[in-house]
């Protein structure tokens, strides 16, 4: 489940992201009666970064709940390996090359460490879960 969370958090953020660069590069000028050009290369831009993300992201947390699982502990080397085999496989074959990729995955694995083992976490997930709400009815004042 972890890993279609982080695929889905990928395609959103590439997504995005290709929406952005698609600003910045140089689509066709659009005119009034003929805007489907620089839409559809616009569509493609936000699909490829979209698919790229969705695809590290994916690798990622499957290859860290592998590692998690495999070593039964639960640290920095787990994300460090996910974040070498997210950037050497995803990032080299869009790449081609050895080098691009190894350079890719060590690039993802040292950022990763460096993020978990400086517990640095977006969330920390201890097993409870908190609600918008309370389950408690609140005292009666008399």
Do not use: C
Request: no cysteine; hydrophobic share 40%.
């Amino acid at each position: 489940m972890k890993t279609i969370k982080g695929a889905t958090a990928g395609l959103v953020a590439g997504t995005i992201w290709g929406t952005i660069v698609a600003t910045w590069h140089d689509v066709p000028r659009v005119e009034r009666s003929i805007a489907l050009p620089g839409l559809i290369r616009t569509l493609k831009m936000m699909g490829n970064y979209g698919m790229t993300f969705a695809a590290v992201g994916g690798v990622y947390i499957g290859v860290e709940q592998l590692a998690q699982n495999y070593r039964m502990k639960r640290d920095f080397v787990n994300g460090a390996v996910g974040g070498f085999v997210a950037g050497a496989s995803v990032l080299g074959y869009k790449g081609r090359s050895i080098s691009s990729a190894i350079s890719a995955g060590a690039a993802l694995a040292v950022t990763s460490a460096v993020v978990d083992a400086g517990g640095q976490t977006t969330r920390i997930d201890n097993g409870k879960e908190y609600y918008p709400y309370t389950i408690k009815k609140r005292p009666t004042v008399d």
